[in-house]
Structures are given as C-alpha cells and as structure tokens.
C-alpha cells in the first residue's frame, strides 16, 4: 500500500498539472485573443497621435515659414522708415522756401520754378516708394495720425475737425511716419 500512496500522490500531481495545463491552454486562447485586440487598439491611439504629432509639426513649419515671410516683407516695406523720416525735414524747408518767396518779383521767378521743380521732383520720388503726405486741413481730427497742438474755438469750422496745419504728416505703406501737426476746432463755450 505504501507503493500506492506514493503513486498516488504522484498521479494525482500530474492530473493536476495536466489540468493546470488544459486550463491554462483555454484560458491562453480567450486572452490571446483580448490581449491582440488591446494591442491593436493601443497602437492605433499610437498611430493617431504620431499622425496629430506630425500634423502639428508640418502646421507649425508653415506658421514659422509664413512668420519669416512676413518679417521680410515688413522690412522691405519698412526699412526705408528711418530714410524717410530723415528727408522729410527738407520737404519742409522747400515748402517753407516757396512760402516766404513773393511771387510777384520778377527777379526770382526762376528761383521759384527751380525750387518748386526740386520740390515735386522730391515728392514723386516719394510716392513712387509709397510715401503720402497727410494734410488734413477741414477733415475731423483722427489721433492716429494727427498731433493736436492746440484747440482753437471757432465758429465757422466743424467742433473736432483742423482748421490749420503746421506741419504735415506722411506714412509710409500706410504705417505713420510723421504725424501732422494741426490746430482743432473746439466747440464756442
């Protein structure tokens, strides 16, 4: 009996290990199954992430190639800034010039005609590089680009608008260089 007891434990070992074994085959197809499907659900939350990764990085090389475009335009447009605004005081003096000369004297029409020829000659070599002069006598006052030297009342003239320029103003591409200094109408008290 003593041979049986020990068989016996023995047998019964290895049914546990085959059933072990039986169990563990069920139980490996079911969750091969499960574990295939989870891994293919977290590759794709993977594969669609490196797709949104990569679209983000595809949209912010175009944001960084269309950043640098502009800043390049800007500076085409805008680098003459500093130019324009150091020539604008002879535009000044010109018309200053032709201000104080009497036109009545015979003597100095041709000052006069070279002055004003010097003169246009300048302003078209301006507005071919887009520089405009702002001259806003009788329009309303905009402090964008006109600088209030005083108010004035004046009965005649629109409350808010210029009733005189001291000195006009110019934009280049439409960015204020200078602003025109003006006079504006206040209302009578």
Do not use: W
Request: glycine share 4%; aromatic share 4%.
């Amino acid at each position: 009996m003593s041979d049986e007891q020990q068989t016996s434990p023995d047998v019964e070992e290895a049914a546990a290990e085959a059933t072990e074994a039986a169990a563990e085959e069920t139980t490996a197809e079911a969750p091969t199954v499960d574990a295939i499907q989870a891994e293919i659900e977290t590759l794709t939350g993977e594969l669609s992430e490196a797709k949104d990764h990569v679209l983000r990085a595809q949209a912010e090389v175009q944001n960084i190639r269309r950043r640098a475009e502009q800043d390049v335009e800007k500076a085409h447009k805008f680098g003459q800034e500093k130019l324009v605004s150091d020539l604008l005081p002879i535009i000044d003096n010109l018309e200053r010039a032709l201000e104080s000369i009497d036109a009545n004297d015979e003597a100095l029409k041709a000052v006069i005609e070279g002055v004003e020829l010097t003169l246009k000659s300048f302003q078209d070599t301006l507005a071919r590089h887009k520089v405009e002069a702002i001259h806003p006598l009788g329009e309303p006052f905009d402090p964008q680009f006109h600088q209030a030297m005083s108010m004035v009342e004046s009965p005649d003239a629109e409350p808010n608008s210029v009733i005189n320029v001291f000195q006009k103003g110019y934009t280049l591409h439409g960015r204020l260089v200078r602003p025109a200094m003006v006079v504006v109408a206040k209302a009578a008290e």
